[in-house]
């Protein structure tokens, strides 16, 4: 579907009154930039904001505060938005901002209008292209829905076992390194018949790997409604509805549950939270997996692990990223 972006340039206490003006217009769909969030993200608003951010999102703080507008079925048959519904919009916006209740010294900047024809085609399915079958640990293969994969007799033969994913646009596809650091930990540690609490399941892929492995109860949290509707329809497709216990929630509130072994991918931060807590979901000699720890976290987690009592067993790492086993 073909669209047009109208991205209307402004300030920072513009911001508010031009979408407020633009919904009251009828326009909802709407993406505000605002610089101050990505201040507010380098400020850590809280400790677990973040533990790496790419060079290419470090001039976000710089940009100019702008509101997109996103606009569906005005095109004429040559294929263009009309010029004159566009202008007329921006005109009433412009009034509805000068005699609105803003006050006679509200700044609202330019409202300079770049624009943009657009095709959801360019973005909504594209990444789908570079997702394909991976071996991502030494018994799991990743496979997406779109595409098929037969195990040759050989890989049968060694106990492979094709694990089958819909990531949509918002979890991760399984391959990233940190995942399949946790896959490869879960091969080592896990026996069958084990019981399995993973933390955070996001699509469900390290619960549904568990059950592939040969767990026995597992239960798979998340405090995202998204990630649980995610990870259900994933272990529906791969056949294990009523397998895996998959719920909202956060571990620390209302979770009754003792694993064997409790598996968390997130990131440094939560881990060390999360350590204060987990130690009562665990049985015996369990096993606390987690991923998601880059190199220079790695000290911190390790020392907030063990002052909770937990003895390190193994440290793993792919590239940047480590994961630790803790008993």
């Not at 409202?111 to 959801?120: E, F, I, N, W, Y």
Request: glycine content about 8%; aromatic content about 8%.
């Amino acid at each position: 579907m073909r669209y047009l972006e109208l991205v209307i340039h402004t300030t920072e206490e513009g911001l508010e009154p031009v979408e407020a003006e633009l919904m009251a217009m009828g326009y909802t769909d709407l993406v505000v930039n605002d610089p101050r969030d990505f201040q507010d993200l380098m400020n850590k608003k809280h400790e677990y904001d973040w533990d790496y951010l790419s060079e290419d999102v470090m001039g976000l703080g710089e940009q100019e505060p702008t509101v997109t507008v996103y606009l569906e079925g005005e095109e004429t048959g040559n294929g263009y938005f009309q010029a004159q519904k566009i202008d007329m919009m921006l005109e009433n916006l412009r009034q509805s901002l000068m005699n609105g209740d803003f006050g006679p010294e509200a700044d609202f900047g330019s409202l300079t209008v770049t624009t943009a024809l657009r095709d959801d085609g360019e973005w909504k399915d594209n990444w789908k292209e570079y997702f394909k079958p991976k071996k991502v640990s030494d018994h799991i293969i990743v496979c997406p829905l779109w595409e098929e994969y037969e195990l040759s007799a050989e890989e049968r033969e060694a106990g492979m076992k094709v694990l089958r994913i819909d990531p949509g646009m918002a979890f991760g596809t399984g391959t990233h390194e940190t995942t399949s650091l946790c896959l490869k930990a879960l091969e080592k540690y896990l026996k069958p018949g084990m019981s399995v609490l993973d933390v955070g399941t996001g699509s469900g892929i390290l619960a549904i790997a568990a059950k592939l492995l040969g767990a026995g109860d597992i239960k798979a949290v998340d405090i995202d409604p998204e990630a649980v509707r995610s990870a259900l329809e994933n272990a529906e497709t791969n056949g294990m509805v009523g397998d895996i216990d998959i719920s909202y929630g956060d571990l620390t509130k209302g979770v009754d549950f003792k694993a064997d072994i409790v598996v968390a991918n997130l990131m440094a931060d939560l881990v060390m939270m999360l350590s204060n807590d987990v130690r009562r979901h665990m049985k015996e000699g369990a096993r606390f997996i987690s991923s998601g720890i880059i190199d220079e976290k790695l000290e911190e987690v390790l020392d907030c692990l063990r002052s909770k009592g937990f003895e390190i067993e193994e440290v793993t790492e792919d590239g940047m990223w480590r994961a630790v086993t803790a008993e």
